[in-house]
């Protein structure tokens, strides 16, 4: 059974920083996509960033810069380290992952099989 579990969210003041943590059980990361998605109050789930097989990395155009996806084959653990966030980052950052995502896909949450429970992002102003 796969299991993933975000950690590291909590209340920060615009213009910090914050690394999440994604951990999983029964899942190896290195072997599959693996991305960061996210939900404010009132929309719908939007892409954050994404790392493949390779360690190669995806993000949406308006996060490049100040999010910087990795992750650490040796710990089994996918990362989000955020700088720079602003009152707009606030939401529920979710991890997920699963055999069907490729490059055309990475950013398609409905392709992500599994899912973590999310970690709250606040970021106050």
């Known amino acids: 059974q796969v299991q993933l579990e975000e950690s590291g969210g909590g209340l920060v003041q615009a213009g910090g920083s914050l690394r999440l943590s994604c951990a999983a059980s029964g899942w190896t990361f290195r072997q599959y996509y693996t991305a960061w998605f996210r939900q404010a109050p009132g929309k719908e789930r939007e892409f954050v960033a994404a790392?493949?097989?390779?360690?190669?990395?995806r993000y949406t155009n308006s996060l490049k810069g100040r999010f910087t996806i990795s992750r650490d084959n040796t710990e089994n653990a996918v990362y989000l380290q955020m700088n720079s966030l602003k009152p707009e980052d606030t939401a529920v950052y979710y991890c997920?992952?699963?055999?069907?995502?490729?490059?055309?896909?990475?950013?398609?949450?409905?392709?992500?099989?599994?899912w973590g429970r999310g970690t709250q992002v606040t970021v106050s102003s």
């Open positions: 790392i493949d097989g390779s360690g190669s990395t």
């Open positions: 997920a992952t699963g055999p069907a995502v490729n490059w055309r896909t990475y950013d398609n949450s409905a392709k992500y099989d599994y």
